[in-house]
Each structure stands twice: as structure tokens, then as C-alpha cells.
């Protein structure tokens, strides 16, 4: 079983950072893929960013929302991966959940979707005030 902890949430005014960390463990070969999606309240959940965990290179995909501005990446030592948020705007508010799955779609860099996911943390709020 794979679980899964968020951290790093807060309120920062436009324009700020901030970092999110997603803390897991289980067998390795459940978490070929990590991603971070986001759900704002009456809108649906939207994948931000993927890494694909299981090889050698780390393809990485972003919404087209949050290119240039987020960046996800890994540390494998501690089993952490990692969404920095930068030029942060009111649209970014969101509850921000990290996710994982067994399967390789990332591997490719397309959009993700939710049902690709199997396992989930318990989300971090990020709120941005203008």
C-alpha cells in the first residue's frame, strides 16, 4: 500500500512562493508516476504537474495554466516529491493533492487524468490573496 502526506500549504498574498512536499511510502513500483493536482471549490480536479518516477529520466508535464511559474522534481533519497510555487495568482487557490500510480502514462508527458491515480494524500490548501 502506498501512502501519501502533504505539507507545505498556506495563504501568501500574488506573487509570493511557496513549496509543497509530498512525503511517500510503499513499494517503489506503485509510484511510477507522482503528480500534483488541484481542486477549487465547485470546479473540478485539474492535474498540474506529473514526474515519471520509474526510469532513468524524469518526464515532467505542466498545465498550461502553471508553466514557467511551477516546477515539480524529486528526491529520492527521502522518498519526497516536491511542487515549488512561484508568481503565485488568486487562480492558484486550491486544495493541492499529491497522487500516485503504478502505471507509466506520464512516462509519455500528457495531460493527466484523476482515474489514472490510485492513491492519494489528503491535500494541502494553498490560498492567494490579491
Known amino acids: 500500500q502506498v501512502q501519501l502526506v502533504e505539507s507545505g500549504g498556506g495563504s501568501v498574498q500574488a506573487g509570493g512562493s511557496l513549496r509543497l512536499s509530498c512525503a511517500a511510502s510503499?513499494?517503489?513500483?506503485?509510484?511510477?508516476?507522482m503528480g500534483w493536482f488541484r481542486q477549487a471549490p465547485g470546479k473540478e480536479r485539474e492535474g498540474v504537474a506529473t514526474?515519471?518516477?520509474?526510469?532513468?529520466?524524469?518526464?515532467?508535464y505542466y498545465a498550461d495554466s502553471v508553466k514557467g511559474r511551477f516546477t515539480i522534481s524529486q528526491d529520492n533519497a527521502k522518498n519526497t516529491v516536491y511542487l515549488q510555487l512561484n508568481d503565485l495568482k488568486p487562480d492558484d487557490t486550491a486544495r493541492y493533492y499529491c497522487?500516485?500510480?503504478?502505471?507509466?502514462?506520464?512516462?509519455?508527458?500528457?495531460?493527466?487524468?484523476?482515474?489514472?491515480?490510485?492513491?492519494w494524500g489528503q491535500g494541502a490548501q494553498v490560498t492567494v490573496s490579491s
Open positions: 497522487a500516485a500510480t503504478s502505471t507509466t502514462y506520464c512516462a509519455a508527458g500528457g495531460r493527466p487524468r484523476s482515474n489514472e491515480y490510485e492513491y
Open positions: 510503499g513499494p517503489r513500483y506503485r509510484r511510477n508516476c
Open positions: 514526474i515519471y518516477t520509474g526510469g532513468r529520466t524524469s518526464t515532467t
